[in-house]
């Protein structure tokens, strides 16, 4: 990934995922496909453009949770829309665990692996998955199981999470029950 936008676009799908979020482009600075007369005189920039940064995690999350994953042509369309630079968002795209920048099942099971899982039986839940499914990351039978950090069912541990990408895109956590409270 470039500090500069790429030659790659957006599929339909990851276009409608960013639109969705951010309302139709007004401009061919923002990636619509038509070029007018506004674009010869305006362009957004200083603070109107910082000001929509903190839409950049709700933007990578509206593509990978209809797609599946962020591709490279989804990444340049939502950082024209939102002036941010391309190798910026990717680096906030690769820190999470949840997105993926590779083509990868439409389902994905994340399993815990910190410490409050792990000491509750984590490990006999990735043999388990390792089992019937192979090892993580290998995609089998149209969905990929894959280790997380915190999945924030702490209290629940071990936890697994089930994306399923789509519009919208179903969750679905998969833990022990949690015990009713007893009253004293």
């Known amino acids: 990934m470039d500090l ?3 030659d790659s676009k957006p599929t339909d799908e990851e ?11 007004e401009s061919a600075w923002e990636g619509a496909d038509d070029r007018t007369d506004a674009d010869l005189r305006w362009a957004r920039g200083g603070r ?3 000001e929509r940064r903190d839409q950049l995690l709700p933007g990578l999350h509206a593509i990978n949770d209809r797609v599946g994953w962020i591709s490279e042509g ?5 950082c024209r829309r939102l002036t941010v630079p391309p190798a910026e968002a990717y680096g906030v795209a690769t820190f999470y665990a949840m997105f993926a920048v590779k083509p990868r ?3 994905v ?27 993580a990351g290998s995609a ?31 969750l679905r956590g998969l ?9 004293p």
Request: some cysteine; charged content about 20%; proline content about 11%.
């Open 4 to 6: 500069h936008f790429g």
């Open 15 to 25: 276009r409608a995922a960013v639109d969705a979020l951010l309302g139709p482009p």
């Open 48 to 50: 109107e453009a910082r």
């Open 74 to 78: 989804a990444l340049d369309y939502l």
């Open 105 to 107: 099942p439409a389902k």
């Open 109 to 135: 099971v994340h399993v815990c692996t910190d410490l409050a899982c792990a000491t509750r039986g984590a490990r006999a839940l990735y043999a388990g998955l390792e089992e019937r499914l192979g090892a």
């Open 140 to 170: 089998s039978g149209g969905l990929v199981w894959q280790e997380s950090p915190c999945l924030g069912l702490c209290e629940r541990a071990p936890a697994a999470l089930v994306i399923q990408a789509g519009e919208p895109a179903p």
């Open 175 to 183: 833990c022990p029950r949690t015990p009713a409270p007893q009253s």
